[in-house]
């Protein structure tokens, strides 16, 4: 079946903007990731989400940074007032359930000018 | 603490030799580790996995092995190949938890 899709690919964006950018899962994963990847760096960890549960926010760098999912399906991170420091690849993963193996999507190489 | 670290940052290779990449954790409630490999411009891909109730674990060239005790894991990639090229990141979870813990990368580069 079908893979994470994430859209867009690239982004350019001027400081101070605001992105959004969407994650699809693979059907039937009811967990969800988001992971940060600097250029050169391993992915860091934004933010989970888990059936209905309340999402862990935890990595989620500052309060420009939220996201949303809509039940077991899409996801849309926001990055508001968009800064330099935020330019990044942002990947998407999801899973059958926690813990299980997480398939990434292809990300999102956001820059931010 | 709940970092994971990754040797070497880079790494050379010939055409059929043995590609080796080291891990070591903190958390000992890790109990999950897996190997994931990425190209350039594309998503990390699942490449092997182990648990610590295991010392290795073998899929084709790829092997893992686990020193439980000593908190360290370590891929070898044995007849490295030319496309075996790509960054490798070793992570570590707990599976009632959430978040992937990466390691900071291996560039990988085999030649022919």
């Known amino acids: 079946g079908a893979g994470v899709s994430q859209s867009p690919s690239n982004k350019v964006t001027e400081k101070g903007k605001d992105v959004e950018l969407r994650c699809d899962p693979i059907s039937g994963h009811t967990a969800l990731y988001w992971y940060r990847q600097r250029l050169g760096q391993g992915l860091e960890f934004l933010i989970y989400?888990?059936?209905?549960?309340?999402?862990?926010k935890s990595g989620l760098p500052s309060d420009r940074f939220s996201a949303e999912r809509t039940g077991e399906s899409v996801s849309t991170l926001t990055i508001q007032r968009t800064q330099q420091e935020d330019s990044a690849v942002y990947l998407c993963?999801?899973?059958?359930?926690?813990?299980?193996?997480?398939?990434f999507g292809p990300g999102t190489r956001l820059t931010v000018t | 603490q709940q970092q994971v670290k990754q040797s070497p940052q880079s790494l050379i290779v010939q055409k059929g030799g043995i590609s080796i990449i080291n891990c070591a954790y903190e958390?000992?409630?890790?109990?999950?580790f897996p190997w994931y490999q990425q190209f350039p411009g594309k998503g990390p891909a699942l490449l092997i996995a182990?648990?610590?109730?295991?010392s290795e674990k073998k899929e084709g060239r790829f092997t893992i092995s686990f020193n439980k005790s000593a908190k360290q894991f370590s891929l070898h990639i044995m007849d490295s190949q030319p496309g075996d090229s790509a960054t490798y990141f070793c992570a570590a979870i707990w599976t009632s938890g959430s978040r992937l813990t990466f390691g900071e990368g291996t560039q990988l580069t085999v030649n022919p």
């Open positions: 989400f888990q059936g209905n549960s309340a999402p862990d």
């Open positions: 182990i648990r610590p109730d295991v």
């Open positions: 993963a999801s899973s059958y359930r926690t813990g299980n193996e997480q398939y």
């Open positions: 958390n000992t409630a890790f109990d999950y």
